[in-house]
């Protein structure tokens, strides 16, 4: 998986996995936005964070449905005139409406992939949790991949310490397993040898 589509009711946001890094265009109401952050940039931490941004309007609104569902029942039992009962359910159903709004925007998950410079925002539930797993580890995959082309090319007068000290931060960075550090110990300590 490369690519990731997160909307929501007022935003769109593309995520794709590129080469050097991570590509994003974002979609709202009030702005477009596109920017890229490399993958030196991003680190391989992962925060889990739930936003609980319309509890309030939530309450407030249930509070006001309770109230027209009462004043509607109060009606209806002392035989008020129609156009007044009719005026009770269109507020509680006008309210409702509200309700379920505010109900479905209470909570929102996100996920954060960060330990580096910059930090890129996921909805942890868009499309579905299975599919924002996947495209996380495919995002950790694809760093791990891109750090071990690059960080274990090493130039002709790079000393066998520096290698090594790069070779130990790769593993420490999981990029490495221990089967492939002992590898590539092997092989600068053989390129040591022979005097490369």
């Not at 994003?24 to 941004?53: A, H, M, N, P, W």
């Not at 090594?164 to 040898?193: P, R």
Request: with cysteine.
């Amino acid at each position: 998986m490369t690519e990731i589509l997160q909307k929501t009711l007022t935003t769109q946001k593309e995520v794709l996995i590129e080469s050097e890094g991570i590509f994003v265009r974002s979609k709202s109401i009030r702005e477009d936005l596109e920017f890229r952050i490399r993958f030196e940039e991003l680190g391989f931490d992962t925060v889990r964070k739930r936003i609980k941004t319309a509890n309030f309007p939530f309450y407030f609104f249930l509070a006001f449905d309770l109230l027209y569902v009462y004043l509607l029942i109060q009606a209806m039992i002392s035989k008020a005139p129609f156009q007044q009962q009719l005026f009770w359910l269109g507020a509680l159903l006008f309210f409702v409406i509200f309700t379920i709004g505010a109900y479905c925007s209470r909570n929102k998950d996100v996920i954060y992939l960060t330990g580096g410079s910059q930090v890129l925002e996921l909805l942890a539930t868009k499309p579905d949790a299975a599919t924002v797993t996947a495209f996380i580890a495919a995002v950790h995959q694809a760093m791990r991949q891109h750090y071990k082309i690059k960080y274990t090319r090493f130039d002709a007068d790079t000393t066998y310490e520096m290698k090594v000290q790069q070779l130990k931060w790769l593993k420490e960075m999981k990029v490495l397993t221990d089967e492939e550090y002992s590898t590539w110990l092997q092989t600068i300590k053989t390129d040591q040898i022979i005097g490369f």
